[in-house]
C-alpha cells in the first residue's frame, strides 16, 4: 500500500487524494458524506480534494445520482502519466532558452576568487615555502637579510641552485638596510645582474615580518623572530596577490636605486 501512495504522490497526488482515490477504488461508488466517513476526513474538507480528483479525470460522478462518485479504472492514471511526460519534454525543450536569459539577467557578479590559507611551523615547514616559490617565474619579496640569514643560512646555495635551475627567474627584493644586506646583495646582483634587483627601505624602516614573498598568485609571510617558533603563512588569493603586486611595485619606483 505504500507504494502506491508513494506512487501516487508523484503523479501529483497529495496524501488526501490518495486515500480518496483508493477508498473509492476498493468500495465503488459512494455519496462524499460516505466517502469522508470512511477515510475520516472532515466533509467541507473533503470536497476542495474531490474537485481536484475529478479535474484529473480518475473519478467522476455517477449519472443519475446527484452527490455519488465513482473511480474510474486505474488505467486512467496513464493520461496523468502522459500529462507529466509531455510536460518534461517541453521543460527540456525550452531548458536553453531559460539558461541563457538567466544567465543574461543575473550574472552580473564575478565568482569570488577561491582563497586558501596555510600554516607552516618549524625550519623544515617554512623551507617549503622557499621551495616553492623559488619555481615561480617573478618573486616579489620585503626582505631581513640579517635575520633570515641566521636561522637559514642554507638559503644562500638553495638561491643559486634556483638561478642554475629556473632560467625564467626574476628576483625583486627591498631590503631593510644592514651590513649583511648590502654584502649578500651586492653579490646576487652581480652574478645575476640581469634576473636579480634590489634596493633599500629607508634606514629608520624596519619590518615586521622577516620575509614576505609574492609570487604566483601567493603571499607569503615568514617570521623567525622567536627562533622556538619559526612560522610562515601562505595567502591563495588572486585579489590579495594583485594587490600587493601593486603595492610593491609603487613603493618600488619611489625608492632610490643603490648606490654603487
Known amino acids: 500500500m505504500r507504494n502506491l501512495f508513494t506512487y501516487l504522490k508523484q503523479l501529483g497526488f497529495s496524501e488526501v487524494e490518495s486515500k480518496l482515490y483508493l477508498t473509492l477504488l476498493k468500495s465503488g461508488s459512494m455519496s462524499v458524506s460516505e466517502l469522508a466517513e470512511?477515510?475520516?476526513?472532515?466533509?467541507?474538507?473533503?470536497?476542495?480534494?474531490?474537485n481536484s480528483?475529478?479535474?484529473?479525470?480518475?473519478?467522476?460522478?455517477?449519472?443519475?445520482?446527484?452527490?455519488?462518485?465513482?473511480?474510474?479504472?486505474?488505467?486512467?492514471l496513464q493520461y496523468l502519466v502522459e500529462q507529466q511526460i509531455t510536460s518534461a519534454m517541453t521543460l527540456k525543450?525550452?531548458?536553453?532558452?531559460?539558461i541563457a536569459s538567466l544567465n543574461t539577467s543575473f550574472s552580473h557578479?564575478?565568482?569570488?576568487?577561491?582563497?586558501?590559507?596555510?600554516?607552516?611551523?618549524?625550519?623544515?615547514?617554512?623551507?617549503?615555502?622557499?621551495?616553492?616559490?623559488?619555481?615561480?617565474?617573478?618573486?616579489?619579496?620585503?626582505?631581513?637579510?640579517?635575520e633570515i640569514e641566521k636561522v637559514f643560512?642554507?638559503?644562500?646555495?638553495?638561491f643559486n641552485d634556483a638561478f642554475n635551475d629556473n632560467a625564467k627567474i626574476k628576483i625583486y627584493e627591498i631590503l631593510e638596510d644592514s651590513p649583511e644586506s648590502r654584502e649578500k646583495m651586492s653579490y646576487w646582483s652581480e652574478y645575476n645582474p640581469y634576473r636579480y634587483f634590489y634596493k633599500f627601505l629607508p634606514s629608520d624602516v624596519k619590518l615586521l615580518a622577516n620575509d614576505i614573498l609574492i609570487y604566483e598568485g601567493k603571499v607569503a609571510i615568514i617570521n623567525v623572530g622567536d627562533k622556538e617558533n619559526i612560522t610562515g603563512v601562505v595567502l591563495t588569493n588572486?585579489?590579495?596577490?594583485?594587490?600587493?603586486?601593486?603595492?610593491?611595485?609603487?613603493?618600488?619606483?619611489?625608492?632610490?636605486e643603490p648606490e654603487g
Open 109 to 146: 557578479k564575478k565568482d569570488a576568487p577561491a582563497s586558501e590559507m596555510k600554516y607552516y611551523k618549524g625550519r623544515n615547514g617554512v623551507k617549503v615555502i622557499y621551495e616553492e616559490c623559488l619555481k615561480s617565474k617573478i618573486i616579489r619579496s620585503y626582505f631581513n637579510c640579517a
Open 38 to 50: 470512511a477515510t475520516k476526513i472532515n466533509r467541507t474538507a473533503a470536497y476542495s480534494h474531490i
Open 238 to 256: 588572486e585579489d590579495y596577490y594583485n594587490n600587493s603586486v601593486q603595492l610593491f611595485d609603487l613603493l618600488w619606483r619611489f625608492l632610490p
Open 53 to 76: 480528483l475529478l479535474e484529473k479525470g480518475i473519478i467522476a460522478k455517477v449519472k443519475g445520482s446527484s452527490n455519488k462518485i465513482t473511480a474510474n479504472p486505474p488505467e486512467h
Open 93 to 98: 525543450e525550452t531548458l536553453p532558452g531559460v
Open 153 to 158: 643560512p642554507e638559503n644562500f646555495e638553495l
